[in-house]
């Protein structure tokens, strides 16, 4: 497979999993012009109807029906040169349902889905070649169908799967910046993937475990604290474990950014106060089972995983 984006002018480009982060990015795109078509399941009937509105702290802006492409099901967009995976990790089962009908040889398969494990599904069922990956550090939640608040625009980082950076990683990147999402690409996309747990499996954790807390009271409790250090080690070693070398003092980094986020809702922490499946084995459960893989001792990571389990 000849690894450039097809279309590469106008690519056509579909977003799977048109919730919170997929309606972000994927109205950024289109109202920078890009060829962008919604799979919609909840939403789909209010958005044909209102279109969809997208806050930022800087702005909000609407796109209306009638500039939008929308769908019910893959099989109504058909083929496309890129498509953009923001389901939850806990419908991967659904991948090849959602995505076969909107492959062609060439299409791009982008996930933006947290945790481990997902890049490896979706190379099992469609070839390696064709996966990509991001780690958004980004807030964003959906207030209502088609409403969308993001109270962090963060940036973006994109990689290959197993690969290095291609010209088409950049030109994809390139497409995100031209629509205003800060993004950069990196040659080993899952060093990313273990950098960004190390916030992930402490915070959106304890947050649950401690009782449906908010970051600020996890910071504020010298033991919540402490063990907050101690899981981002876990992670740390079993990264190490895994070629991915992640110092002392890009843990510490991750405390000391946390401490002024004041009372955040970690995504997982939104999801289980509403009720919703939490995506507890691609962010505890994948981790811990590779850390075993290696040998790497996990006792922290292994008893959140198991409360998180009973919890949720
Ligand atoms: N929100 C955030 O700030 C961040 C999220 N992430 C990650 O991004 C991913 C997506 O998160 P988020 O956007 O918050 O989740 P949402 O629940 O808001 O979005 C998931 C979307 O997938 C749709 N979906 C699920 N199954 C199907 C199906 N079979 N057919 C069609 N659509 C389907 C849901 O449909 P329906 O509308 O019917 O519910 C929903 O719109 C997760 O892995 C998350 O961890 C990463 C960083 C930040
Ligand atoms: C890093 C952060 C806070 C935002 O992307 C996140 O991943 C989450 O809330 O789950």
């Not at 089962?93 to 481990?116: C, K, M, V, Y």
């Not at 959106?204 to 449906?212: D, R």
Request: contains cysteine.
């Amino acid at each position: 497979m000849n690894l450039t984006l097809t279309n590469a002018a106008s690519p056509k480009i579909a977003i799977v999993g048109a919730g919170a982060l997929g309606c972000y990015y994927g109205a950024r795109l289109a109202r920078a012009g890009e060829n962008v078509h919604f799979l919609m399941r909840g939403d789909l009937a209010t958005v044909r109807k209102r279109g969809l509105t997208v806050s930022v702290p800087t702005e909000t802006f609407h796109l209306p029906p009638e500039t939008l492409h929308t769908a019910a099901t893959p099989g109504e967009i058909g083929p496309c040169d890129l498509v953009i995976i923001a389901l939850k990790t806990t419908a991967n089962a659904s991948f090849r349902e959602l995505i076969t009908p909107l492959l062609h040889d060439g299409t791009a398969i982008l996930t933006l889905q947290n945790g481990l494990g997902s890049d490896e599904e979706l190379a099992a069922i469609f070839g390696a070649e064709h996966i990509l990956g991001g780690i958004c550090f980004i807030c964003v939640n959906r207030l209502a169908p088609g409403e969308i608040s993001c109270t962090s625009t963060g940036a973006l980082s994109l990689g290959e799967f197993q690969r290095p950076a291609t010209e088409r990683l950049r030109a994809i990147a390139e497409k995100f910046t031209r629509a205003g999402v800060k993004t950069t690409v990196s040659d080993n996309l899952i060093e990313l993937r273990w950098r960004k747990l190390v916030w992930n499996v402490p915070f959106n954790g304890l947050s649950i475990a401690a009782g449906g807390i908010t970051t600020d009271k996890i910071m504020a409790d010298p033991v919540l604290e402490n063990e907050a250090a101690a899981l981002m080690r876990e992670i740390a070693a079993a990264a190490a474990a895994h070629g991915c070398a992640i110092p002392e003092s890009f843990v510490q980094k991750q405390l000391d950014t946390t401490r002024p986020m004041g009372a955040y809702k970690p995504s997982s922490l939104i999801d289980y106060l509403a009720k919703r499946e939490v995506e507890v084995e691609s962010i505890w459960g994948e981790p811990m089972r590779r850390a075993k893989a290696r040998n790497v001792p996990t006792p922290r990571l292994e008893m959140l995983h198991a409360l998180l389990h009973a919890l949720t």
